[in-house]
């Protein structure tokens, strides 16, 4: 066996007093696929960062053959060989193929040296299998798999020697995933160390050499993948005993307040999804990055045009391909993204509490409106005049999610990622905010990542995967079994 090319050695990071990773250690060989597995809030998004040169650690080294190494910034990161495909595309559209490779790269020949630097782009595009893509192509009219192999070519094109690649099958469909593994496969043939995270645990025991898990912020096992199956993972991820889902009985036997929906489908995120979703219990959507839990609550909300299929609340048709309509409709949708698509972050909570409902209120109106919004939704009374970005991400989702509450015009409350980044305090507030929804008579459904969220808070779970309904649970189940019909475990 080759020396190790990169070793974590117990790197430790808290973030304002809470650890997020406890003493971690691994090493990756050069010609190793190295996976970073873990279910979310295990720290593997904060180990990458260290090791990218976006965080600092508070203890431990970062060793480069054998030398360690402090890496301050990406930049530095880049400097030593080091290249981080992150899971969001950063590729631009608008530009060219190879002007696309000479972004970010420190050395790059915008001026001189042109020929040099379109022929080793040709080189890196070859070396991927994009034969037929040129490097004065315009990146949009690439497939999104091409894109992420252009993606992996930047890191190429910098000399890297460390890969790291961040769930970059998530938004793939099987084929284009093929090509990834293809490529990755061949990046650690010539010499390089791969870290490859991935929710997919079958994809990881197909590509990867060697698995280190992580739960709660401490590594709990490395081991070849050849020695490794789904189910052992899970255990190794969730730890023993997984929690079980009680029934919930709540019946609603009037389906005129249901929200129907019959083959939505939007070509290349989700098959044909049908559901009845009655008013009055918790309908949960259990997937992965890419699994198309969350673009069907994104079609649901009109954000889709091109969707086809049929959706009515209430008895009455939804034109779920317009946003506006799917609002008037009685759909109120929650993004999993509360500054980039939800919050006026500028603005005081109170006009984020009422800022959806400012046609039908007036000036004195809204006060009070604010005032009872922000007591359902456990929010102070003094920070009422305060601007929204002020407020814990905790809080800023609470405003999120209370202005949909106590609206008449609401029959339907759709919540991506209802708790993301949230403390488990105010998530158990969120959970009590939607529960209470439910009992009022809302249709609630949500989509998650988090088993525990899925399984304390959903009465009925549909789990997908690769765009289409795996099962349907109606009264229980448990994180294990959730866990393999989200990842392809066997049953």
Known sequence: ???????????????????????????????????????????????????????????????????????????????????????????????????????????????????????????????????????????????????????????????????????????????????????????????????????RLAEVLDLCDTVTVLRDGRRVVTAPAAELTVDRLIVHMLGEAPHRLEAR????????????????????????????????????????????????????????????????????????????????SGISYVSNDRKGEGLFLDNSVAMNLVGTRLGRLGRRSLTGVARTLAGHAGLPADRLGDPVLTLSGGNQQKVFVGRSLDRPDVHALLLDEPTRGVDIGGRAAIHHLLRDAADAGLVVVFASTELEELLELGDIILTMRDGRVVQTYDGGTDGAVLMRDMTGGAA
């Open 249 to 328: 009985q709540r019946p609603d036997p009037d389906l005129t307040h249901a929200l129907r929906i019959d083959r939505l489908r939007v070509p290349g995120r989700f098959d044909e999804f049908t559901l009845t979703a009655r008013a009055g219990r918790v309908y949960a959507l259990a997937g992965q990055l890419g699994s198309g839990a969350s673009d069907v609550l994104r079609a649901l909300a009109g954000l889709y045009p091109g969707a086809t299929g049929g959706v009515s609340l209430r008895d009455r048709a939804v034109p779920f391909r317009d946003p506006v309509g799917a609002a008037r």
């Open 1 to 199: 066996m080759s020396e190790p090319l990169v070793v974590i050695d117990a790197l430790a990071r808290s973030f304002a007093g809470v650890p997020a990773v406890r003493e971690v250690s691994f090493t990756a060989r050069a010609g190793e696929i190295h996976a970073l597995c873990g279910h979310n809030g295990a720290g593997k998004s904060t180990v990458v960062k260290m090791l990218s040169g976006q965080l600092a650690p508070d203890a431990g080294r970062i060793l480069l053959d054998g030398v360690p190494v402090e890496l301050g910034s990406r930049q530095a990161a880049q400097r030593l060989g080091v290249a981080l495909v992150d899971q969001e595309l950063s590729v631009v559209p608008e530009l060219t193929v190879l002007e696309n490779l000479l972004l970010g790269d420190l050395d790059a020949p915008f001026v001189k040296r042109r020929r040099a630097a379109l022929a080793r782009c040709r080189e890196v595009l070859d070396d991927l299998g994009l034969e037929r893509v040129r490097p004065d192509q315009p990146v949009s009219t690439l497939t999104i798999g091409e894109r992420q192999l252009v993606e992996i070519a930047k890191a190429l094109s910098q000399r890297a020697r460390v890969v790291i690649l961040d769930e970059p099958t998530a938004t793939l469909s099987e084929a284009e995933s093929g090509r990834v593994h293809a490529a990755v496969r061949r990046v650690a043939a010539r010499g390089c160390a791969v870290v490859f995270v991935s929710h």
